[in-house]
T-cell receptor, first 114, second 112 residues
């Protein structure tokens, strides 16, 4: 079955440090890939998405993600984290246009220390 | 006003009660979805609808039902609430051909 794995449940970084959140998917073909952010008490906001083309995708709030087919990964990165980036981050995939199912990973909670 | 509005924001109900969660959108999108979020489990799809006459079960539809009253409205019902339905519920929309899902702010439901 198709699945999305976010191996890190909780990550803590210092403000100004770089960040990488990991995401791996299990699917034979190239899926549509997404990263969402959920701030406390809020809904989900789309950070970026990958459908095809350039494997390095730029998103909002200074985030980027790189699709690596050989590793079935779509890791999220930011060069310098701000305290306001503290939130929960979800990787998600759509594996079939026809069924239109958006499958989420279990999330990574990011804590930022000053 | 928000593009996707969920009501209520918070609700506490008793076991066995019927409850309806409502979702309305101003995006003009055809497709609407209900997800449930539980700690450590991410979001799981309950039901989705491609238009008013097209409703589909997701991966965890047991114990839930939905109604698509209009293109802009998609309601989720718990006919007889049970404590393990305590969760954060999200409604989402997307337009045909556009994979930019838009999520509401969520409804926190507690069943006691």
């Amino acid at each position: 079955a198709q699945s999305v794995t976010q191996p890190d449940i909780h990550i803590t970084v210092s403000e100004g440090a770089s960040l990488e959140l990991r995401c791996n998917y299990s699917y034979g073909a190239t899926p549509y890939l997404f990263w969402y952010v959920q701030s406390p008490g809020q809904g989900l906001q789309l950070l970026l998405k990958y459908f095809s083309g350039d494997t390095l995708v730029q998103g909002i709030k200074g985030f980027e993600a790189e699709f690596k087919r050989s590793q079935s990964s779509f890791n999220l990165r930011k060069p310098s984290v701000h305290w306001s980036d503290a939130a929960e981050y979800f990787c998600a995939v759509v594996v079939s246009y026809n069924t239109d199912k958006l499958i989420f990973g279990t999330g990574t909670r990011l804590q930022v220390f000053p | 006003d928000a593009d996707v509005t969920q009501t209520p924001r918070n609700r506490i109900t008793k076991t066995g009660k019927r409850i309806m969660l409502e979702c309305s959108q101003t995006k003009g999108h055809d497709r609407m979805y209900w997800y449930r979020q539980d700690p450590g489990l991410g979001l799981r799809l309950i039901y989705y609808s491609f238009d008013v006459k097209d409703i589909n079960k997701g991966e965890i539809s047991d114990g839930y039902s939905v109604s698509r009253q209009a293109q802009a409205k998609f309601s989720l019902s718990l006919e007889s609430a049970i404590p393990n339905q305590t969760a954060l519920y999200f409604c989402a929309t997307r337009g045909t051909g556009d994979y930019g899902y838009t999520f509401g702010s969520g409804t926190r439901l507690t069943v006691v």
